[in-house]
């Protein structure tokens, strides 16, 4: 079946920066942009951008611009999110998710786990 | 960027109805789904498209939208439906934005 698996939790100091993978499996990588989302403890959802992963453009959240990078590794089917220049405010659990490709209206329709990042020194 | 603003908490009693709303400018031209979102788990699809209901949710749970506000109305409440909810949009450039949440207490 479809599935996001995301790499395991990370413990990040302030100022460092942190890679998180997510694997997909089951579908045709092209067909679905990635996003990738946070939660910070007692937070609501937070969007950080998306990939598609066909031809490897992105979209960025103003909030994270500059901050941010989205990747894809087409033979791996794996998108990647890097943040840099953490601090304390970026402990959350970093999770990725699916959208039809091309189609603004479509719904997550797919989760990842979850990876938790702590930023701590 | 711009925000959708809910309530951050909504409570009543089994067999009422919950209204659990999500504003913003942009939604007047936005289509706009609302996720069910319980502790460690993924969130699921409750309403899509302002309105549409998927297969598999209860027929209390439905959606309704007017100008820049959309709202998530649960008939009938159940304990089972403790949970957050959050709205979700997109404009047309691509940007996604996620509704402040709000958690739905069942007295």
């Known amino acids: 079946q479809d599935q996001l698996v995301q790499s395991g939790a990370e413990v990040v100091k302030p100022g460092a920066s942190v890679r998180i993978s997510c694997k997909t499996s089951g579908y045709t990588f092209t067909k679905f942009f990635i996003h990738w989302v946070r939660q910070a403890p007692g937070q609501g959802l937070e969007w950080l951008g998306w990939?598609?992963?066909?031809?490897?453009?992105?979209k960025y959240s103003q909030s994270f611009q500059g901050r941010v990078s989205i990747t894809r590794d087409t033979s791996a089917t794996t998108s990647y999110m890097e943040l840099r220049s953490l601090t304390s405010e970026d402990t959350a659990l970093y999770s990725c998710?699916?959208?039809?490709?091309?189609?603004?209206?479509?719904?997550?329709?797919?989760w990842g786990q979850g990876t938790l990042v702590t930023v701590s020194s | 960027s711009y925000e959708l603003t809910q309530p951050p908490s909504v409570a009543v009693s089994p067999g009422q109805t919950a209204r659990i709303t999500c504003s913003g400018d942009g939604l007047a031209k936005q289509l706009t789904h609302w996720y069910q979102h319980r502790p460690g788990q993924a969130p699921v699809v409750i309403i899509y498209r302002d309105s549409e209901r998927p297969s598999g949710i209860p027929g209390r749970f439905s959606g309704s939208s007017s100008g820049t506000t959309v709202t998530l109305t649960i008939n009938e409440v159940q304990a089972e439906d403790e949970a957050d909810y959050f709205c979700q949009s997109a404009d047309h450039t691509g940007i996604y934005v996620f509704g402040s949440g709000t958690k739905l207490t069942v007295l």
């Open positions: 990939i598609n992963p066909g031809i490897g453009t992105t």
């Open positions: 998710a699916r959208t039809q490709a091309f189609n603004y209206d479509s719904v997550f329709d797919l």
